[in-house]
């Protein structure tokens, strides 16, 4: 059976098996039942096996990384789906546990917690990620894609990308026509948790109704 090779960050998870407490509050609400995410609904219409190793609040070097470590598994007639995350985001080596911790900036300036900074400083964060915010970040994930599309030639698999994020959306992605992908799949349907529990859990991440928008919406991109 052919694969789905599915690398990202939230947006690309599978509900059930993120550690975001959120998610929890939302199964809650939906009598301890989540949906089906639009990677699982996607691998379903089209028969393919599923691989998700898509992690919440990775950074882009982690989804890269990702694809690296498992890349020797391709196959031939395999599809190969990234979506990049925010460009801002980046990761540290935690100088306690000696693994990567990804720095997502608004999220570190909401809790100002220096535990979570591993002792370096909130304004070298912020210096790091103002720079960040230079298009010239964007080339480095345009090397990328020579490599992963070339490697994917090689291997004999079909490669898409995607992304939420506007600065890295170029013609040539999913959806990218399409300025805002995220505005686009909201104004042809599409629901964020927020908007689904009806303002009572305050989540921008697709609900039930977003991941169907968004899998129907991939599909007629594949075919």
Same mark, same amino acid.
């Given at each position: 059976m052919n694969r789905l090779w599915v690398f990202g960050d939230n947006s690309s998870c599978v509900f059930g098996k993120t550690k975001e407490r959120r998610f929890e509050y939302y199964k809650k609400y939906r009598n301890d039942n989540f949906? &089906?995410?639009w990677s699982e609904l996607l691998s379903n219409k089209i028969n393919f096996k599923l691989n998700n190793y898509a992690i919440e609040g990775q950074s $882009?070097?982690? &989804?890269?990384e990702w694809f690296c470590k498992t890349s020797n598994r391709f196959q031939q007639n395999d599809i190969v789906l990234i979506g990049w995350s925010n &460009?801002? $985001?980046y990761r540290l080596v935690d100088q306690h546990s000696g693994d990567y911790v990804t720095v997502r900036p608004n999220v570190i300036k909401k809790s100002n917690d220096l535990k979570f900074l591993n002792g370096i400083e909130l304004n070298t964060i912020d210096e790091i990620s103002n720079n960040r915010n230079n298009n010239k970040w964007i080339e480095e994930i345009n090397a990328w894609e020579v490599l992963i599309k070339g490697y994917c030639q090689l291997k004999g698999c079909k490669v898409l990308f995607w992304s939420f994020d506007e600065k890295l959306n170029k013609p040539s992605y999913i959806g990218g026509e399409h300025k805002n992908l995220r505005d686009y799949l909201i104004s042809i349907g599409a629901e964020d948790i927020f908007a689904e529990t009806n303002s009572l859990l305050n989540d921008k991440h697709f609900?039930?109704?977003g991941h169907f928008i968004q899998s129907e919406y991939f599909h007629t991109f594949l075919i």
């Open positions: 949906p &089906i995410s $882009n070097y982690d &989804i890269f &460009i801002r $985001n609900g039930e109704k």
